[in-house]
């Protein structure tokens, strides 16, 4: 089942935000997030928020695919209220879930004339939504492409039909390349795959196939994530029932650097831990917007938003959310004002990743003697040290987590 909310304070009824978030509203880079949580079957891996028809039937209509889009829409109208008419042009949009594009291609795109009509779109705004690659087609591409998205990103998790049948994915291979090309052909300008390794039973052959067939496929950004094996799904239970191994840490590292090897070859470059692209313009910009901190509306069920200091987060089924709206009330289930120590902090969580890496004047006295460990470890890069900045070397990036929780300790 999906990973539980956080506990937070309640959220004024009309959504409202403090005085002090709203400071500053329009300086910072705003994006939308929209959340699909609709999926045709639940992938034994995943614990994102998401649901089956199976699993919404008994919730009626209220919760139906048929009426998510009116539903979506109403909270973009919401968001407009509660941050004001301050001139706030979205520089970012992405449809995440989920499979966003199990909605016919008609409702992506009212959601995306909604944000469009209420806050407007920067003049380079990257429009971006997640696809499962057999649930578009060229005509569906065409519609997305014509409707203002410039930007998709497919799941391919691996070329493998082994693979792909313990982590529950149903596409066939070789979809995901050719999707690539229909993408291409239809006008999108920048195109991602995604891939996880570390899948029990997948060997180091399977991987470089996985990692050949998606850059053979020519996508300009390619996304690699080692499987994580969360509390509560299938996939856990059948580890812990000892139907599968867990691949330990040394086998996930060792795939890391054969696709960093694989995708340097091809000509990506890193520029966070688990992400490439070909040039600075295919650099996912959604993302980079929460890495470094700035503003976002995070509309559909469970997902969360940070404006200004404040995040919150709305309640996870889509019937909860849905009837919140047809109340004319947020759906927004709790939030919390963070500290700045905390913001700080989050600063050096997400930085630290991205191939700029973050000032060592963030470090607290502590976190700067761990800095220079890390540096005569070969973990961060001598240059950038000398330059003001903790930034990660290759080794480092394989020791990404442990050096982050040194460095704000």
Known sequence: MPSALPDGEPVPSDGSLPDHALAGLGERPFGFYVHVPYCAT???YCDFNTYTATEL???GTVASQETYADNLIAEIRLARRVLGDVELPVQTVFLGGGTPTLLPARDLVRMLAAIRDEFGLAADAEVTTEANPESVDPAYLSELREGGYNRISFGMQSARPHVLTLLDRHHTPGRPEACVTEARAEGFEH????????TPGE????WRASLDAAIGAGPDHVSA??????DGTKLAARIKRGELPMVDDDVHADRYLIAEEALAAAGY???EVSNWATTPEGRCRHNELYWTGADWWGAGPGAHSHVGGVRWWNAKHPAAYAQALAEQRTPAQGREVLPTEDRRVERILLELRLREGCPLSLLAPAGLRAAERALAD?????AA??????VLTLQGRLLADAVVRDLVD
């Open 42 to 44: 639940r992938c034994g």
């Open 57 to 59: 039937r008994s919730s």
């Open 191 to 198: 195109v991602n795959l995604d891939l996880i390794y570390g």
């Open 203 to 206: 060997s180091d052959d399977d």
């Open 225 to 230: 994530y080692s499987l994580i094996v969360e």
């Open 269 to 271: 470059a890193w520029y």
């Open 378 to 382: 070969g973990l961060l890069d001598r």
């Open 385 to 390: 040290y000398a330059s003001g900045r903790a």
